[in-house]
Each structure stands twice: as C-alpha cells, then as structure tokens.
C-alpha cells in the first residue's frame, strides 16, 4: 500500500501542476474546476492508502523482490448469484435519463435504485442464507 500511497500523491501533485498552468493560461472555469477536483481525489485516496498502509501489514506489492505467486491466495467473497446489481443499472439509467428527458422520471428511478441497494445489502439475511 505504500507504494500505492506514493503513486497517487505524486500523480496528485502532477495534476496540481497542470491545473495552476491550465487555469493561468486558458482562463476557462470548467477545466480549471474539475482538475481541482481531480487533485482533491487523487490527493485523498493517496493519503488513506499512506495512513492505511501504517496500520497494516506490508504485502507483496511494498516488496521489490516479490514474485506475482506471492500475492495469490483468497481475495475475499463475491456473491456468485446476485441481480441487485442489474436492477441499481437499470435505477440509475432511468435516474440520469431522468436529467436527460424530465425530472418526472426520478419518479420511476428511486424506487427501482431503493429496492436494489436494500436487495444488495439485504440479501444475505433472507432465504437459505439467513443466519440463525
């Protein structure tokens, strides 16, 4: 994580430099607001992978003699079968055409996006996963 840490800060102060040049030179707002923004995050995720990496074991990635097999092993669990990500895809297209073609279609969008997330959250405390 420290290396990550590192190359987000250092692409973090990169952007910086380009934003400062570009709000100098073109003048132009938009360009100039969202390359702040892009420091901002580049910045704040390059911090809490630095203040992370203090607290947590070096891996395989912070070793420069690592070989790949050393970082194999179990990533984590992933839901194998789940479709509350399908129905949040389908929400959050009708929310932005909702920008697109009128508001009214948050109407629609809302509840489609609510039913999934609770779904997502949800879906391991219901059926034969329920813990007892």
Not at 24 to 48: D, N
Not at 101 to 115: E, K, R
């Amino acid at each position: 994580m420290k290396e990550q840490g590192k190359i987000f800060l250092g692409f973090a102060v990169f952007i910086l430099a380009i934003a400062i040049t570009y709000g100098l030179w073109a003048k132009e707002a938009a360009g100039t607001t969202a390359l702040f923004m892009a420091f901002g995050l580049c910045a704040f995720i390059g911090y809490y992978l630095a203040f992370t990496a203090r607290r947590v074991d070096s891996g395989a990635g912070d070793n420069p003699e690592a070989e790949v097999a050393d970082d194999a092993g179990e990533v984590g669990f992933f839901a194998p079968h789940s479709w509350q990500p399908l129905s949040l895809a389908i929400g959050g297209a009708l929310a932005f055409m909702g920008v697109i073609f009128g508001w009214w279609l948050l109407y629609w969008s809302i509840p489609v996006i609510v039913i999934g997330l609770y779904g997502w959250v949800f879906e391991f405390y219901r059926g034969e996963d329920q813990n007892q």
